[in-house]
T-cell receptor, first 113, second 114 residues
Framework: GEDVEQSLFLSVREGDSSVINCTYT??????LYWYKQEPGAGLQLLTY?????DMKQDQRLTVLLNKKDKHLSLRIADTQTGDSAIYFC?????????????FGAGTRLAVHP | DAMVIQNPRYQVTQFGKPVTLSCSQT?????MYWYQQKSSQAPKLLFH???????NEADTPDNFQSRRPNTSFCFLDIRSPGLGDAAMYLC?????????????FGPGTRLLVL
């Protein structure tokens, strides 16, 4: 399977919470990230979590990390139409002597009234 | 206000005709990256520069090359584009290599090969 896996699509009603899930294979990953990509735009870093943490909260965003299961999730509270975008999970890997980001394929979040 | 600028936003080229994509940054960051993102796929790192030190990913095709003439600019050259090279090309920068360093992405250049 792929190194970082995400479900491809999530649809939620405006005002509800969204939970986007991600699994990864390399347990040595030190940092895990969530990026947001709006149509026609580049990737914007939303938040990240260090591997010695279980949870990180930043306003409407909550990141949960289950190291045992190698599972990362992003919860968006009170989801708004402006949250519609593609969300990428990424982990920091190490290759050829350098750190690099390894991305999942992205989850497209659609928010409907 | 733009920190990572990519030109052009859309590029159309012909099969086999060399093309150059441009990236510039106002952040004075040491590291610049080029990613390829095909439709519904993850961004894939092609190569990066740490200052003038070039680092190629092992599976980046020879058809792809890069130049960084100074801190602010980095170019992606595709010597003989094939239909399979049609994709979004993303440039990113970071101050350093450490795990906490944020990568700042440009808006991308969408390449179409006819």
């Amino acid at each position: 399977g792929e190194d970082v896996e995400q479900s491809l699509f999530l649809s939620v009603r405006e005002g509800d919470s969204s939970v986007i899930n991600c699994t990864y294979t390399d347990s040595s990953s030190t940092y895990l990230y969530w990026y947001k990509q709006e149509p026609g735009a580049g990737l914007q870093l939303l938040t990240y979590i260090f591997s010695n943490m279980d949870m990180k909260q930043d306003q409407r965003l909550t990141v949960l990390l289950n190291k045992k299961d190698k599972h990362l999730s992003l919860r968006i509270a009170d989801t708004q139409t402006g949250d519609s975008a593609i969300y990428f999970c990424a982990r920091r890997g190490f290759s050829g002597g350098y750190n690099k980001l390894i991305f999942g394929a992205g989850t497209r979040l659609a928010v409907h009234p | 206000d733009a920190m990572v600028i990519q030109n052009p936003r859309y590029q159309v080229t012909q099969f086999g005709k060399p093309v150059t994509l441009s990236c510039s940054q106002t952040l004075n960051h040491n590291v610049m990256y080029w990613y390829q993102q095909k439709s519904s796929q993850a961004p894939k790192l092609l190569f990066h520069y740490y200052d003038k030190d070039f680092n190629n990913e092992a599976d980046t095709p020879d058809n792809f090359q890069s130049r960084r003439p100074n801190t602010s600019f980095c170019f992606l050259d595709i010597r003989s584009p094939g239909l399979g090279d049609a994709a979004m090309y993303l440039c990113a920068t970071s101050r350093e290599w450490s795990g906490q360093e944020t990568q700042y992405f440009g808006p991308g250049t969408r390449l179409l090969v006819l």
